[in-house]
Structures are given as structure tokens and as C-alpha cells.
């Protein structure tokens, strides 16, 4: 069967990670040959011929073991520029010639996918590809591809991105600032070219280059990542990035080329089995390169346990996809299918069911990525043969087209009329010039006409920036005034312009957290049903409380009313009030520790979960507190961000170092007033202040329902994970803990023999009741936590009781314990049943190690003298990693300058279009007399009140430039 296209394959081998022997030759013959051998394996197919073979494990020499060092040397190593050379001219000959283009990557975790198409491309990484405004050498194919993109952009082009990934069976729309995220089934519709679009996901008009850098990162930080054994940032789902080019179509002026890349960047092939959740070290070489080093498996088999569950879902739609390359290649084989037609079937997951069809009606490049090591042979093997019956499918790639507007067609016309008049009036001046030293007036005439072209190219680059993104345009509208309707605000939207204090919302997953504003407006603002603002919830009642916003003071009043009102995790009675005043204290705080030079340092605030279940038995009996004790408590965040430091406060432990902190500063500020010395106490520093206490770092839950049937703690089962103790209660930390049951309380937990007796076997739990009960506890250590300890203890409840572990001195970040405690319960009842059926929450408290600072605050230290004489903080001249935070008043005034050029480019607009149509008007009424000359000599006191004929005179001549801007314009 002859046509078609055949998708284009490329396989590039990565760089070493471990010591091994070579498992791979890769060769390219040719432009277009390429060819892939594996060696010293079994596998009876050895050879692969692809259009691409790369080489790109550079330092091979530092981990190649065994006698193949010869042909490593042999291979031509194949950098990222080389890469691009070899295949991303093509890629951006096909874009701008109006086809889809699908690059789609494939492969291990950590086999380099991400590497070819991205380049780096971790948020937190200062090589990442969006980080650098010029081309660097990491750059993958699409970083490439997009500059010289914008590079040649040219009037009439209008540029756009969409960035969605699927996790499981959802896709998170990850250039939503609302967080967007529905099942990946809603709205997966077919454009009408025949490619599959997700029709809510939000798409962005780019405008520059470096438009697309910060659009790209901040939808990448939203990304979900973990470490795996192959890929210390493996990508937990597929990511696929969409942009498109519209352009004029040189051949038909009628309609406009719309070019479209898809990068499809997807999760990683290994089976998820074979997952386990990792652990890496950076390592750094003397060249500058560096490595991340694989130490072993996270000691937390739940961690494991979760990647594998996510990796069924991920595996199961990779497979489908390489079912749907190997019956597509088997009836190929066969010449039963034509160029770009399809098979039935392989619709299941996200995966086949959005790209088989736009595959197949695209320009497809395939990139598969693979290891160099033996000790990956079986992986490579398979990634090999989806490339192989990859490379047989037939494809029939088709353009998309939409077609222009009569006003861009009309726009499009008179660009070209005036660049070709341009270019004459040039040639005949050139000419003119060679015969003669005028030609003034001339090049003033060609001055106006380009002048007049540029305006015509901004007037097409306005029209084609108004008519895209509509449709995203009126949902985030509609949106918006859904919600405007229930008194919501949206943080993307209204942050910069709203001058008001405002409540926000705090989800525990972080995407969804800080997304929804809470205005309190100047009088008094209603929380509840049919109220000024209307929770989303159904359990805020109508009148659930209320908030007094006196402006002039700046003062917030919470007033509680006929629902449930807690401040600070205290509940308030209905009538109750109280001054939200706490925020205020932040910023104070703030500006007092930039006045001392701690510039690094930052406060906020953050809601730490509550301690007790409503089912726990140590709930408090009274309805009340009971439920207040499930209310996320208000604490107050601190971080300096170098050293690295952060702590979590009470309130009432942060108001009294406040008032140290502002006590200090009057001092400095006599002191130096008086010209006389003054330094504070070392302890009185800001970062000691702060940071120079135990606080709760987190929380880890124990189920010990187990305990019930005398069981010892699982092997698996002893690493409980250490949650965060405030918003986004993510994991911070480990907790070996281990429970071992004795027959009797003076049994020796290490030596079985020395028990008293066997221990009793329980069936079912009733067996318990009226027998002794006794369990050993042993709580280990704790590991991987997020700061470097100088002191850490764990304090827990059992059965209404409180213990403590001994406060151990350790300047680590992996603090051991060993803690044993014999807990002993003479006589088993119904209540210890239920009691075990609960939970035991072990707190783990911190001390962090503070380095000395590196100045003293005093008032010979120059900073800090000049910061309190002038009020401005002068550390921030000195310390280039920190920026100033703005002030209110320059976000204001920001806003205002912007709103203020936006009614100067509005006003210039209007003006031209009035000068135009009043150009036209002469033809018709010779003499006509400008408005705008008429206007300019109106006394200004006569513009205060209009007389009836001035205004009847207006309106008619209103009338007849509409009539003629109808006739002239249609």
C-alpha cells in the first residue's frame, strides 16, 4: 500500500545514572537512518531501524564497566542543539505551514522525555528552560522551536497555548488560576478540523516570547511530581501542551492557517510494581555538570503504595496506547487500513481516547527516550518495540483553516496596498537621490505612510487579539458574575485592584487553596444564605455572622450570629464580638524587621488542622467544643529564607514578642536620636526571637485498632507519615513507631523469654473484655524532617493521658528517640475498645539550630541606623536575593497608572477614529467644521451646562457620522 506519512521516530539513549555494563549501540547512517542495536542481551531482535538515533550519555567514561568502552567511544554524542538541528527545522517548517504538529514523548522515568522536548524544566532549578530569556545549551526542542517562533512573528499572526495534565481519571487545567479540574470524559470534543480539543480548559493568547516563559512556569509549578528509582521529578500523569499559530494564508486571503504543536509530554512506561517512592542526593562535578545520585527506597512503604495505585491507572492507558500502535501496524502489514484511518476501539482512557485520532491527521514525531545501562534491558526492549510498530502507522496529515473576517480581510488588503506603495515611493526616491541632493518632502511622504502602516498593523494585531479566546473569555465572565452574584471575588481576577480587606478560602490541597475573596466592604458585610456573601456550604445558615468594616479607622469586626463562629479556634456565641486586628500585627511585625536588617524574614498566616476526630473518645462531651475542637486553628507562619528557617506560633506567643520586637526598636531609635550607643540583647534578635523555640512541627496518625487482637506493628507499617501542621497539611517528616504486645507489664520487650507467659490469642475483640491488656511502645525516630533540629521530643495522649518522650539533643534532621513505655490496662471495657478503634495522634515538637547572624543590630551598624532614621528599610540594597515587598499605596498606584494608560490609548483611539470619519465627512460637506476644533475653542465655562440647541446640534451631527461611518465602513 503506497502514501502517507509515516510517523518519524527518534531514540535517544541518556546519560548513566549507575555503574554498569553497555546495553545499548545507537547509530545514524544517514539523514534519515538511524538504526538501534541492543548488546549483551538475550533478546533474539537485536536490531531497530528508526529515522533518529542518538547518543547522549555524556560521561559515559565515569560509570561504563565491562569491555565495551570501544564502542561508546565510537558513538557521536548528540547534544541538545544537535537534536534540533536534526529535526526541529522540519517541525517548524510543517507549523508554519499550517499542519498539526504531535511530539510526542515516550519511555522510562528518568530516561530523558521530559529532557528532549523540555529541557529542564523543575520550577525550583536556575537551569530551567523558562528561567533564561536567550537560547542556552539545555534547551530541549520545544524552548527552541518557540523562540525563533516569536522571533519571526509577523503582523496578522496570533499566538496561543493551552497546558493540561491527566492524573488518573481527571484532567487539572494547569493555566487555570481558578483551579480547574474535571473527570477527563467532560468536554472532549472533536474541532471542527477533526483534532480533539478539551473544550473547558482555558486557553491564553501569547504575546511575546517572554509571555510564554511566565505563563509556562507558573503553570508548571502546578504540576504533579514525585521521585521514583528512575527520575528523582517524575511526572505523575501526562502533560500536554497545545500551541497554535494563526496566520494569514499566503494562497487565500479568504481564510487563515492555523498551525498547532502538540506536546505531549507522558508519564513514565516502567510497570507500577516496580515503583518504589525514592530518596536522591545532587551531586555536582568538577565541569559543572552534576547528577542526581538514587540512595534507596523511601522508608515509608505508604509512600510506595500510592505510586504503585497511581501507576495501575498510568500503566493501563500506556498499554492501550501500545495495543492501538500494534494492531494499527498488524493491519498495515496486512494493507487493510489506509493512511490516516483508525480502529475501533482503544477509547478507554484519557490517553488514546484524545491523541489516537489527532495523531493520525498530524505531522507525528516520536520521541522515545532510553537507558544506556544492561541493568534496564527489559525496558528498553519494550519501549523499542512501541517504537517499532509506531513507525509503521500511516498517517494522512491535513491542515486547519479558519476563515478571516471581512475586517481583516479588509485590514490584510490595505497593509499590502501601502507596503508595496512604500517600496515604490523608496525606489523612486533611491533613484531621484542618485540624480539629485533632494527629496525631502519625499522622505517626509514615505515618514507618513509608514507611520500609517504601523497603525494599520496594530489595528490587525488588536482585531486578532479581540477575536480570540471568546469563548474562554465569556466562561471566565460568566463565571466571575456567577459568583459576583454570592458576593465572591476571584484572587486572580480582583487581588491587584480591590483596596478592602478580605477573608480567603484554604483547601488542603494547595491547588485549590487562596482561589475565592471574601471582600469586607465599608459599613457591614452579611456572611450566610440570601446575604451579601453566600458560602458555598450548607452548613452556613442565612445571618451566619457578619463583619463591620469602619474605613477610616481600618478597623474589622467580626459579629458572631445564628451559626457556628470561631476566631482563632475559640467559638463565639451569637451577639459575641471581636477586632480582627491580627493581619495589621503581621505587616507591623514585617516592617520592624526590615528596619533591623532581617530583611530574609517573612510572616503570614496559616490554619493549623484540629487535633480531634468528632468519633475520638477524647472528644470533648459538650456539642461546642466538640466542635471546635475540629476547627482548624489561626497560627502565625514565620520563615527567613537565609539561613532557611521556619516556625509555627501561636497567636499569644506571637503578640508578646511583637511587643518586644517594638520596644527594641523605640530603644535603637533614642539611642540614636540621643547620638548615643545602643545595641539589643543577642536574644532579642529577630531570628532568635522567633526561631529559638520548640513549636509543633506535625502530626503522625496511628490506627492502632490492630492492637485489639494483640498483633505487633507490621514491618511495613512502621514509618507513619508526619503531616504538616498547618495548611496544606502536606508531609513533612517520618515516625518509626512500633507497638509489641507482652503478657504482663514487667515482661522484657527484647528478651520473648523472659515473658511471664504466652500472650493471649483474640479471635474477636469481645475476648478482651475483663482481661489485662499490655503493649510496649516503642517510638524510634523520626526522619527526613524539613528542618535541622538542635532539640525535638514527642508528646502523645493514651487513653486520656499524656505522655512525653525524653527531649533528646540532637543537631540533626533525623532525630532518634528510643523511647519505651509499657502501657498497661489492668481490666479491659467496652470504652478501651473503642478507644483503640480511634486514633493516637503523636506530636513531634522542634527546636530548630540557628547559625549566629552575620551583623549585630545596633546602632553602629549603618543599615540599621539609616533604616530607622528614614523609615525605609535599606537592606534590600544590600542583599540582591531579596525584593522589597510593594506597599499598598504602590500597588495602588500601579493600578492606577495602568488604568491611566489604558484611557490614554482608548482616548487616542477614539480621537483617530473621529478624525477619520470627519475626513470622510469633507467629501460630503465641504464645510464641515471639526469637532474636535470646535471643541478646543469652547470656553470651558460653557461646558457646564448645555443649552437644548447645543445639544440638538450635536446630535445631528452624531447622527451624520453614523450614517456616514455606515455607508464608508458597513
Known amino acids: 500500500m503506497s502514501g502517507g506519512v509515516s510517523i518519524k521516530v527518534a531514540v535517544r539513549c541518556r546519560p548513566f545514572t549507575i555503574d554498569d555494563k553497555l546495553g545499548v549501540k545507537l547509530r545514524q547512517n544517514g539523514p534519515d537512518e538511524g538504526e538501534v542495536e541492543l548488546i549483551n542481551s538475550d533478546y533474539t531482535t537485536s536490531r531497530f531501524p528508526f529515522t533518529y538515533a542518538w547518543w547522549s550519555a555524556y560521561g559515559y567514561k565515569r560509570h561504563l564497566i565491562g569491555d565495551n568502552m570501544p564502542d561508546a567511544d565510537e558513538m557521536q554524542l548528540v547534544d541538545q542543539a544537535s537534536a534540533y538541528e536534526q529535526c526541529g527545522k522540519k517541525i517548524k517548517d510543517d507549523l508554519l505551514g499550517g499542519n498539526a504538529v504531535v511530539l510526542f514523548a515516550y519511555g522510562l522515568s528518568g530516561s530523558g522525555k521530559t529532557y528532549t522536548v523540555f529541557g529542564p524544566d523543575a520550577v525550583d532549578a536556575p537551569e530551567a528552560w523558562f528561567k533564561h530569556p536567550d537560547p542556552q545549551p539545555l534547551w530541549g526542542i520545544f524552548p527552541r522551536l518557540a523562540y525563533e517562533l516569536f522571533q519571526e512573528k509577523q503582523e496578522g499572526w496570533k499566538i496561543s497555548m493551552k497546558y493540561f495534565q491527566n492524573v488518573v481519571d481527571t484532567v487539572r487545567d494547569l493555566m487555570s488560576p481558578n483551579a480547574e479540574e474535571q473527570h477527563y470524559k467532560n468536554g472532549m470534543r472533536k474541532d471542527p478540523d477533526g483534532f480533539m480539543d478539551i473544550e473547558w480548559c482555558l486557553t491564553k493568547v501569547l504575546h511575546s516570547w517572554n509571555d510564554l516563559r511566565e505563563q509556562f512556569q507558573i503553570a508548571n509549578s502546578r504540576k504533579a ?16 501542551m497545545v500551541l497554535e499559530v494563526e496566520m494569514p494564508n499566503p494562497d487565500n486571503p479568504e481564510v487563515k492557517q492555523r498551525g498547532r504543536v502538540y506536546v505531549c509530554d507522558l508519564a513514565g512506561t516502567e510497570p507500577a510494581g516496580d515503583i518504589v517512592y525514592a530518596m536522591y542526593n545532587k551531586v555536582t562535578f568538577d565541569d559543572g555538570s552534576f547528577e ?30 501500545a495495543q492501538f500502535f500494534m494492531k494499527m501496524a498488524e493491519a498495515f502489514q496486512k494493507k487493510k487500513l489506509v493512511p490516516g484511518a483508525s480502529i475501533p476501539g482503544c477509547n478507554s482512557f484519557f490517553l488514546c481516547k484524545y491523541l489516537k485520532d489527532t495523531m493520525l491527521q498530524a505531522r507525528t514525531y516520536l520521541f522515545c527516550a532510553v537507558r544506556p545501562e544492561v541493568t534496564y534491558l527489559k525496558y528498553t526492549f519494550a519501549t523499542l518495540g512501541f517504537a517499532k510498530n509506531a513507525s509503521v502507522v500511516k498517517l494522512a496529515p491535513k491542515k486547519a483553516t479558519v476563515a478571516a473576517s471581512a475586517a481583516e480581510r479588509k485590514l490584510m488588503q490595505e497593509l499590502e496596498a501601502m507596503k508595496a506603495l512604500v517600496a515604490q515611493l523608496q525606489q523612486q526616491t533611491t533613484t531621484v537621490s542618485a540624480a539629485a541632493s533632494g527629496g525631502s518632502d519625499a522622505d517626509r511622504i514615505i515618514a507618513e505612510l509608514q507611520a500609517k502602516l504601523a497603525e494599520k498593523q496594530s489595528d490587525l494585531n488588536s482585531l ?13 465572565e460568566q463565571q466571575r458574575a456567577e459568583y459576583a452574584r454570592r458576593g465572591i471575588s476571584f484572587v486572580a481576577y480582583d487581588l491587584e485592584s480591590n483596596p478592602h480587606p478580605y477573608f480567603v478560602n ?51 469586626v467580626l459579629r458572631a450570629g445564628k451559626g457556628d463562629t470561631f476566631h482563632n479556634g475559640k467559638h463565639l456565641n451569637e451577639g459575641d464580638e471581636v477586632t480582627l486586628a491580627l493581619y495589621d500585627r503581621i505587616k507591623e511585625a514585617k516592617q520592624i524587621v526590615d528596619l533591623m536588617n532581617r530583611v530574609t524574614m517573612s510572616f503570614d498566616v496559616v490554619l493549623e488542622k484540629g487535633s480531634n476526630g468528632p468519633n475520638s473518645p477524647r472528644a470533648p462531651q459538650d456539642p461546642q467544643q466538640a466542635l471546635a475542637s475540629q476547627i482548624p486553628r489561626v497560627k502565625i507562619c514565620v520563615e527567613n529564607s537565609s539561613p532557611k528557617l521556619s516556625i509555627v506560633i501561636d497567636p499569644q506567643e506571637f503578640l508578646p514578642k511583637l511587643a518586644l520586637l517594638k520596644d527594641e526598636l523605640m530603644k535603637l531609635r533614642s539611642a540614636i536620636d540621643a547620638g548615643r550607643t545602643y545595641e539589643i540583647p543577642e536574644r532579642h534578635d529577630p531570628l532568635y526571637l522567633m526561631f529559638d523555640n520548640d ?42 513507631v512500633k507497638w509489641t504486645p507482652l503478657s504482663s507489664p514487667n515482661d522484657d520487650p527484647s528478651d520473648p523469654a523472659s515473658f511471664a507467659g504466652p500472650i493471649l490469642e483474640v479471635e474477636k475483640e469481645e475476648d478482651l473484655l475483663g482481661k489485662p491488656w499490655t503493649y510496649n511502645l516503642t517510638i524510634v525516630r523520626a526522619t527526613d524532617l524539613p528542618v535541622f533540629c538542635d532539640s525535638a521530643y514527642i508528646s502523645y495522649d493514651f487513653f486520656g493521658e499524656n505522655f512525653t518522650t525524653e527531649n533528646v539533643q540532637q543537631t540533626t534532621f533525623s532525630p532518634v528517640f528510643e523511647y519505651h513505655k509499657v502501657h498497661h490496662i489492668p481490666c479491659v471495657t467496652q470504652e478501651f475498645l473503642a478507644y483503640l478503634k480511634g486514633s493516637i495522634e503523636m506530636q513531634i515538637h522542634v527546636t530548630q539550630h540557628i547559625d549566629p547572624p552575620l551583623d549585630k543590630i545596633n546602632t553602629d ?28 499605596a504602590e500597588i495602588r498606584c500601579e493600578q492606577l497608572t495602568k488604568d491611566l494608560s489604558d484611557a490614554r490609548e482608548m482616548n487616542s483611539s477614539l480621537t483617530r477614529h473621529i478624525q477619520q470619519l470627519e475626513e470622510k465627512l469633507r467629501q460630503y460637506e465641504p464645510n464641515h467644521v471639526s469637532v474636535l476644533t470646535e471643541l478646543h475653542h469652547v470656553p470651558r465655562g460653557s461646558l457646564s451646562r448645555p443649552t437644548s440647541s447645543a445639544v440638538g446640534h450635536a446630535g445631528s451631527r452624531l447622527r451624520d457620522a453614523q450614517i456616514i461611518d455606515h455607508v464608508v465602513n458597513g
Open 464 to 476: 486578532n487579539e479581540g477575536n480570540s479566546s471568546t469563548a474562554d473569555a465569556q466562561m471566565q
Open 506 to 556: 484554604v483547601d488542603s490541597d494547595a491547588f485549590r487553596s487562596n482561589r475565592f475573596m471574601y471582600i469586607c466592604r465599608p459599613g457591614t458585610t452579611t456572611f450566610g444564605n440570601k446575604c451579601d456573601i453566600q458560602l458555598m456550604s450548607l452548613a452556613v445558615i442565612r445571618d451566619h455572622c457578619l463583619v463591620r468594616y469602619e474605613e477610616a479607622s481600618s478597623t474589622v
Open 292 to 321: 542526581y545520585k538514587y540512595t534507596g527506597a523511601h522508608p515509608d512503604m505508604k509512600k510506595t503504595k500510592e505510586l504503585q495505585e497511581q501507576g495501575k491507572k498510568i500503566n493501563l492507558s500506556l498499554s492501550e496506547m
Open 225 to 240: 511530581i514525585a521521585p521514583t528509582q528512575f527520575n528523582p521529578m517524575s511526572t505523575r500523569g501526562h502533560c500536554i
Open 861 to 888: 551598624n549603618p543599615i540599621v541606623a539609616e533604616s530607622i532614621r528614614t523609615g525605609e528599610p535599606k537592606g534590600y540594597e544590600m542583599n540582591d536575593k531579596v525584593k522589597r515587598p510593594k506597599t499598598e
Open 695 to 736: 513549636f509543633h512541627l506535625g502530626t503522625a496518625t496511628h490506627w492502632p485498632e490492630y492492637l485489639l487482637y494483640n498483633l505487633e506493628t507490621d514491618e511495613e507499617e512502621r514509618m507513619q507519615e508526619i503531616k504538616n501542621v498547618a495548611v496544606p497539611y502536606n508531609t513533612v517528616g517520618l515516625l518509626e
